[in-house]
């Protein structure tokens, strides 16, 4: 009965834990940094302010204008003499003669001179006005528009479309917040259900080992009891592997600058995100190049999957074989000495965790230069998590090795 | 009795030399473990990422100045001045076009006509038309002469100046308060000073740290042989077993509390070529960790979800507490015989205790995380003709590692031989 309550529990844990992981994956898709920063949609819109902004705005400072005065009256004056040295070239023909003298009646240089530095100040001006920059920046809007209109921006902006839409038609939401929103309700639901069942799974175990507290006088019935106990600790071992153990989520907390006058912030950016059961580690290590790194996967491999089922097995073998066979060195090792080293397991991801998931350093530090770090660009790791399967990783260690030192105590046969 | 005195008083204050010379070297391990751990944390500090590669500012800085440079060493080269020739005179061309145009348009008035005629008396559009080329290039000799070609320089780079004023972000002001911070702390006044102290600083300390420990386990080595010599003097076994504890738990403390793992993964170089000119950001650390056994507990504890706590203090229990116990038990367990707890302790708690497993953990872990962050750091170097990065990884096992193994393979000897110093426990199991 207890061991049904228990099976299924598992089977929920599970589920659930599976499903979790494909939300968080979805999450993080959605948060993804090829979708924020990375994403030609979010800078289209503040590049055109930006461009709006510059050309708009575009203002030449008292000491600029005047130093182009002084370029434009210069290169006024050299059109000027260039012009009177023409005129005053000597000319052959009558009707050039008389051209000459009526310019030089009519046109007074002295007095175009003298009017120079006024054309100049108005050609600036005309550069300079309100008017002519808002036709500038319409002009440069609807240039830039052509070029977003490109094929490669097209194709990642649809791509991105693309996997938002069927984002939304997954969640049956119609808006980023919303969908946000949904995630997050609903990771929060599948966590604290993950977590009753997870402590119902650790409820019954507990069952268990009162039953052995209750039966300690009824030694006919250990036996049973214990091959019972046996199939419990499997089930705990199936769900400590399979269910997810560890979540990494790296991401960069904010960006915040501002950029040619306009102000550009991006939060919470995840650049990469993983959820990972000890086989998924495991998985990992051996995709690895290196041998070294094989070499961790095949040790892990055998502390969470060898040495416990073998354990479990010659634990069974122990009780009810033969003295011969109860009594061969091999199966007294696993049987009461392998127990311990399912733990270098879970040494080994608590020390990843606080070397990956705690990884506070940079903002303690700041911390304690009185900087606030929320306008730095920091990369964080801190929403990395341990997750149910760890749990339940831990008490099937802690379950086994209890168990061992029951199996020592009611063992007919010599345990050293 | 006085036979067994004086070698036990001897055979104390020799060992008991030892044994200060271990606390005395495993103290130093330690302060200069810490000492590195510190220094290390201040350089990844002021080296991070985020005052680098991360930040706006630096970014500005660099290429502000590739364009400064650009627009200082610009002039114009004769083939522009061709085509801005040739742009001028079509400009002139359509501007005179338009003029003569407008004025052979019909006029209406008395003025106009009048006006026309004296235009075509005076004016061959023709001749105009002709004239153009030369007040073209006129235009154009007087917009590349040095004088001019200054003047546009030094309005273009204020205006490159009014943009840059008006892109930024907030690291400045933390920059300026890490950096001031370190420079006081480390007695420098520029980056290369204070690289040149930690470098030589660490060079000192690693030597040191290597010399202490490798002095620390050389003391628990003799004193392992002067066990060995003495081992058929049987009265004096006592007496060398709880010394032998003592080191043990030296070890044990001074394994616990200096560093066991470092990782360090930083972009030692991105070069780029920007406008024919390199832009170089060098030695980003991206990510910085050293912890102790102890600083991984409390890093455990200190956390708010409560599986962390758990783990913590499972840890906590199997790595610290138990170890600890058993030594303490063991020491008991020789003068008070019979008692169950400090029996099951003694000899029966070795299932329990994890400092073995631990040891494989944190070589496991180290082998791993290594070969991951060197897989990930190598997908982040480039080299190609506009860029090159090169990532380095400087993941190690520290001495407290190899203090903490020291240890582990102490107490496997000394629990080997408290089996057969004290028969008596064995022959009550067997009777049992």
């Not at chain 2, 030369?134 to 309005?155: N, W």
């Not at chain 2, 560093?259 to 030695?283: C, H, T, Y």
Request: proline share 2%.
């Amino acid at each position: 009965m207890l061991l049904c309550v228990e099976g299924f529990f598992a089977l929920r844990l599970y589920t659930l834990s599976t499903q979790q992981e494909q939300i968080k994956q979805d999450y993080t898709d959605i948060n993804n940094i090829t979708l924020g920063l990375m994403s030609v949609d979010n800078w289209k819109d503040k590049v055109a302010d930006i461009v709006s902004h510059q050309v708009k705005h575009f203002k030449l400072t008292p000491k600029q204008k005047e130093e182009l005065q002084v370029e434009v009256e210069q290169v006024i004056n050299a059109l000027i003499n260039k012009a009177e040295a023409l005129v005053n070239k000597p000319q052959k023909s009558l009707g050039g003669k008389i051209k000459q003298l009526a310019i030089k009646t009519f046109v007074n240089t002295d007095k175009i001179r003298a009017q120079v530095p006024e054309f100049a100040r108005s050609i600036i001006a005309k550069v300079d006005n309100p008017k002519q920059k808002a036709q500038l920046s319409t002009l440069a809007m609807t240039k830039f528009n052509e070029a977003q209109h490109t094929g490669s921006l097209d194709s990642t902006h649809k791509a991105n479309q693309s996997l938002t839409d069927k984002m939304y038609r997954r969640y049956h939401v119609s808006s980023s917040d919303e969908l946000d929103h949904k995630l997050s309700t609903s990771l929060e639901n599948i966590r604290t259900e993950t977590y009753d069942y997870c402590f119902g799974m650790l409820g019954c175990i507990l069952a268990v080992l009162a039953c052995w507290w209750f039966l300690r006088k009824r030694v006919e019935l250990h036996a049973v009891l214990f091959i019972m106990s046996l199939s419990f600790a499997f089930i705990l071992l199936a769900v400590g592997l399979t269910a997810s153990m560890i979540e990494v989520d790296a991401r960069i907390k904010s960006l915040d600058f501002v950029l040619l006058g306009e102000h550009i912030h991006f939060q919470n950016q995840v650049l990469f995100y993983e959820s990972k059961s000890i086989l998924g580690v495991v998985e990992v290590l051996f995709k690895q190049p290196a041998a070294d790194s094989l070499a961790v996967g095949f040790l892990i491999l055998c502390f969470s999957i060898l040495f416990p089922v073998t354990k479990l097995i010659s634990t069974g073998i122990h009780l009810l074989s033969k003295r011969k066979l109860a009594e061969n060195r091999i199966i007294k090792f696993f049987a009461f000495q392998s127990g311990k080293w399912s733990m270098a397991d879970v040494i080994v991801i608590a020390i990843l965790m606080t070397y990956i998931g705690l990884n506070g350093l940079l903002d303690y530090q700041l911390a304690s230069l009185n900087i606030k770090s929320d306008e730095l660009t920091v990369l964080t790791t801190n929403n990395t998590a341990l997750q149910p399967g760890y749990i339940i990783f831990i008490s099937f260690v802690l379950y086994g090795l209890i168990l061992s030192t029951i199996l020592k105590a009611i063992t007919p046969y010599d345990a050293h | 009795m006085m036979r067994t005195k004086l070698p036990n008083i001897l055979l104390i204050t020799g060992l008991g030399i030892l044994l200060a010379g271990a606390v005395w070297f495993g103290y130093q391990v330690h302060i200069s473990a810490k000492a590195q751990q510190e220094i290390k944390q201040d350089y990844s500090l002021s080296n991070s990422v985020t005052f680098g590669l991360f930040s706006v500012d630096q970014w500005r800085d660099r290429l502000s100045e590739v364009i400064d440079h650009q627009i200082n060493g610009y002039s114009i080269t004769p083939e522009q001045k061709k085509d801005m020739q040739a742009a001028v005179e079509k400009e002139l061309r359509t501007l005179v076009a338009k003029t003569v145009a407008e004025i052979d348009k019909p006029q209406k008035t008395l003025g106009g006509k009048l006006k026309k005629m004296a235009f075509h008396t005076l004016v061959d559009s023709n001749a105009l038309q002709a004239q153009v080329k030369p007040f073209a290039e006129t235009i154009i000799q007087k917009v590349s002469s040095p004088a001019s070609q200054a003047r546009l320089k030094d309005i273009a780079a204020s205006k490159i100046g009014q943009l840059e004023n008006q892109t930024y972000d907030h690291t400045s002001e933390a920059n300026a308060k890490v950096t001031n911070y370190i420079y006081q702390k480390y007695h420098v006044s520029d980056p290369i000073a204070f690289n040149k102290t930690v470098h030589t600083r660490l060079g000192v300390i690693w030597r040191n740290t290597i010399k202490n420990a490798c002095s620390m386990l050389g003391c628990v080595l003799l004193a392992l042989a002067f066990w060995w010599l003495m081992r058929k003097t049987v009265q004096l076994q006592t007496t060398l077993f709880v010394i032998a504890l003592l080191f043990a738990g030296v070890l044990l403390v001074v394994g616990l509390t200096s560093p066991v793992i470092e990782v360090d993964a930083r972009i030692q170089s991105l070069k780029f070529m920007l406008l024919g000119e390199q832009v170089i950001f060098q030695n980003q650390v991206l990510f910085f960790q050293s912890k102790s056994i102890w600083d991984i507990i409390t890093t455990l504890l200190s956390q708010q979800k409560p599986d962390a706590i758990t783990v913590g203090i499972l840890i906590l229990l199997f790595i610290v507490v138990l170890p600890l116990l058993r030594l303490l038990a063991k020491g008991i367990q020789l003068f008070v015989s019979n008692n169950k707890v400090v029996d099951y302790l003694a000899f029966e708690a070795s299932k329990w205790d994890m400092a073995d497993v631990m040891i494989v953990g944190m070589l496991m872990t180290y082998i791993g995380l290594n070969g991951i962050l060197k897989s990930q750091l190598a997908n982040l170097n480039i080299h190609n003709d506009t860029l090159t990065t090169n990532t380095v990884n400087y993941t190690s096992l520290q001495p407290g590692y190899f203090i903490f193994v020291g240890y582990v393979f102490f107490e496997l000897v000394l629990s080997y031989i408290l089996k057969r110093i004290t028969p008596g426990y064995v022959s009550r199991r067997k009777k049992k």
